[in-house]
């Protein structure tokens, strides 16, 4: 499991340090060994473990029922994923189409959510941070509530 927020600098070359935190956890046989990145659901650039990658969208196309729909939505993730070696000090290097399409520079702030990570500039996370925490308890129970109604229908 992916937690945590973790800052590192995206350098001139594009290389953005994987946190080893996150690379404690992750197991070839597993997880694979490469990163994909590809654009996010929530509009920021989302890293997955290439297998953790690879069982979510096999799971996403069956999900979506309209032909149009899932053309529409492979097209845009595909096309857009890289393959991300990791190289032999932990860094991957971030295609410069998506540096540029999420305006990446800088310090950066790498999440983990869970099964993959979030890169937002650290601007970005701040902000997102600031927004989300009023909010964060009322979250939390409502989160809890759904959760707990889901294993009671046996979900």
Not at 9 to 36: M, Q, T, Y
Not at 62 to 87: C, G, H, I, K, M
Not at 117 to 133: G, Q
Request: proline letters at 5%; hydrophobic letters at 40%; glycine letters at 6%.
């Amino acid at each position: 499991m992916l937690f945590g927020i973790h800052e590192h600098s995206l350098d001139s070359k594009n290389r953005l340090a994987i946190p080893s935190a996150v690379r404690d956890v992750l197991r070839p046989d597993v997880h694979g060994e490469r990163f994909i990145a590809a654009p996010g659901l929530n509009g920021c650039l989302w890293l997955w473990p290439e297998k953790t990658f690879a069982r979510w969208a096999e799971s996403q196309g069956q999900t979506l029922s309209n032909p149009e729909e899932v053309a529409r939505f492979e097209f845009l993730l595909f096309s857009q994923a890289s393959s991300l070696p990791l190289d032999r000090v932990g860094r991957v290097c971030l295609p410069e189409r998506l540096v540029k399409w999420y305006g990446l520079s800088g310090t950066l702030a790498i999440a983990g959510v869970r099964d993959h990570l979030e890169v937002r500039t650290k601007a970005e996370m701040d902000e997102l941070m600031s927004s989300l925490e009023p909010a964060f308890l009322d979250s939390w129970r409502k989160a809890r509530q759904a959760l707990d109604e889901r294993s009671a229908s046996g979900k």
